[in-house]
């Protein structure tokens, strides 16, 4: 008779499983809660303290940690003094191990929950069981995951076995789980303890789709998603209209996601090839859309909207009158949603704008051989803590048009330029390898908006005077922008020939 040896926290379609493994011959070794379930559904099961011929002590920390469990799950049935050993010792060969982990992520998921909680769901015996197991897969077939009862069923009642072929991938799979497993654990005490800068990174992902293809359609793709998911996220959002997003559908979607986070009034973005084309604020959502594909009616063709209010039916009377690729909002009027809806290939993602302040992960970048992680880019500022370094001082309508313009230049790419009012962007000039040509592209997508309320906001410092005689050329009055630069008087200087208020942030925000 063979035998399996079952122990599992999450016990969904544990009975029918082992009820299988039962009907074609196998005995059930089992602890604990597993053992009293399986008992209770009048399944005949070993004790494991028959197994071990010792008690589970230690609060059950210490049960399967023995000889006579780790001896019958290693023994390599195809070395004869493997087997000699085993019958020396009177231990029985372990054919199947049924296995799941302590509930670690859900623990440490609950608000408020103590590091004692945290360390008491760190599982030993389990972990050790399934590497052993799965070491020896030529042998013994390790299952982690109940999406595999019912192939592993299939296999044992046809062939009286799993294939190999079967038990080398779970063997594989059973791998990823520990590591994962412990990964987390890594992750979670190493945030404890207030460690930035671990000599080891360990990072685990869930698989959540696999992707029609990559940024080109001759990539392939995959998304994997934070085993801790944020909410506020467009891998968390519920998707309530069209098709599956592509793997540029994503990128662009969380840019525009992350840019709107930056605003509290009424505001829209308009989101093209990870840069905004155009964004508008408002009191009333409607307003603000006008505002939005006002700034670049163009490019805003085929882009990703973020909203930061529900869809009213006015606003989206005007959005399906062009070809949108997503909206992302906290939710959709029933009425507004049937006008949307009719467009049968937009993509409608309502995201919980409530968990907007959630705290953030830090991002990551791969790069050829590595990885790069740093903070996301979050940092509040207020126009009080900016420095005036200028004869011309700005007026209060000018300080609040640039802390508009210096939010939306912190979500262009740099090199990035900003010419705005305190209504929309009039003009984004980004991604240029200098900044004087970042700045003729925005001067020339605002056009004759320009007017005495427009400022320019810069997401780096000036090198040379060149940008602020341009814009000073061009008519703009105030400017922000970080400062630091070694010639930064002479930006200054020309601000002062020029009656130009200009003002120091103090802090940069490249973004590349």
Known sequence: MKRALVSVSDKTNLVPFVQ???ANGYEIVSTGGTKKQLDDAGIPTIGIEDVTHF??????????????????LLARRDLPEHMATLKEHQITPIDLVCVNLYPFKETISKPGVELADAIENIDIGGPSMVRSAAKNYQSVTIVVDQADYDQVLTEIKNDGDTTLETRFKL???AFRHTAAYDALISQYLTEQVGLEDPEKLTLTYDLK??????????QKAWLYEDTMPKQFS????????????SYNNIKDADEALRCVREFDEPTVVAMKHMNPCGIGTAEELELAWDRAYEADPVSIFGGVIAVNRPVDLATAEKMRKIFLEIIVAP????DAYEVLA????IRLLQVNFDAKDEAMGHETVSVM???LVQEQDVLAEEPTGWEVVTKAKPTAEQLKSMAFAWKAVKHAKSNAIVVANNERTLGVGEGQPNRIDSLRIAVEHAGDAIDDRTVMASDAFFPFDDCVAYAGEHGIKAIVQPGGSVRDQESIDKANELGIAMVFSGVRHFRH
């Open 331 to 334: 939710s959709f009027d029933d």
């Open 209 to 218: 789709e696999t992707m029609r293809y990559g940024e080109n359609s001759h």
């Open 342 to 345: 009719k467009k049968k290939n």
């Open 20 to 22: 299988g493994l039962v």
């Open 55 to 72: 008690p589970e002590m230690l609060d059950g920390r210490v049960k399967t940690l023995n000889p006579y469990v780790h001896g019958g």
């Open 234 to 245: 467009i891998l968390e959002a519920k998707q309530l209209h069209g098709k599956q997003l």
């Open 171 to 173: 063997a594989a799979k």
């Open 369 to 371: 051989g590595g990885l």
